[in-house]
Every structure is written in C-alpha cells, then in structure tokens.
Nanobody, 127 residues
Framework: QVQLVESGGGSVQAGDSLRLSCVTS????????LGWFRQAPGKEREFVAG????????NYADSVKDRCTISRENYKNALYLQMDSQKPQDTADYYC????????????????????WGQGTQVIVSS
C-alpha cells in the first residue's frame, strides 16, 4: 500500500503564496506519475496539475496555469505545488495522487487513473 501525506496548507490572504508538499515512504517514487487535485466545499473534485515520472513534463488546469508550479524530487520521494497570487476561489482541500498506469502527460488530469490518494490538506484564501 502506498501512503501519500500532504502538508503545507493553511489560511492566507489573496495575493499570497503557498507551497504544498506530498511525501511517501514507499518507492521507487520515479515509477509514479503524480497529480494535484482539489475539492472546494459543495463542488466536485477537480484537476490542478500533473507531472510525469521524471518531472520533465507538466500539465496544468487553465484556472491555475500562470500561478502554480508543480515539481518533484524523486530522491526525496516528494511532490510539490507552488501556488502564487492566490485567489479566494483557490480555497479547497488539496490532494496529491499517484499512479503507475498513466503514460502521457495529458492523461495526468484524469482522476480515475490514480490508484493512490493522500488525505488532503486544506487551503483557505481570504479576500
């Protein structure tokens, strides 16, 4: 069983930055394509960003494309999401997810492809 643990969430003001992290104790980490998803209160879970196994390919939702950066450090078994210029509509629970089955970067946006999920970290952005 692969356990993913997110951290870094919190309450910030609009315009602030936040960096989320996700780590796992099970590897090899490089065998997983990874993604970040979020779920706002009363809304469905949505894709935020995805990254290929080596980190060379990334994919972003249009709503965050110019404000977020996904990255990974395979030797640390760690995934990150740097979020800048935060907006109140970014308020949500953020989840990292891992899969061994995704083969293309565009496919990282499909939540159904992910076998492993973290428990989530809450982000609240106040105006």
């Amino acid at each position: 069983q692969v356990q993913l643990v997110e951290s870094g969430g919190g309450s910030v003001q609009a315009g602030d930055s936040l960096r989320l992290s996700c780590v796992t104790s099970r590897g090899p980490f490089s065998t997983f394509a990874l993604g970040w998803f979020r779920q706002a209160p009363g809304k469905e879970r949505e894709f935020v960003a995805g990254i290929s196994r080596a980190g060379s390919g990334t994919n972003y939702a249009d709503s965050v494309k110019d404000r977020c950066t996904i990255s990974r450090e395979n030797y640390k078994n760690a995934l990150y999401l740097q979020m800048d210029s935060q907006k109140p509509q970014d308020t949500a629970d953020y989840y990292c997810a891992a899969t061994r089955t995704i083969q293309t970067v565009p496919a990282t946006q499909s939540s159904a492809a992910y076998a492993y999920w973290g428990q989530g970290t809450q982000v609240i952005v106040s105006s």
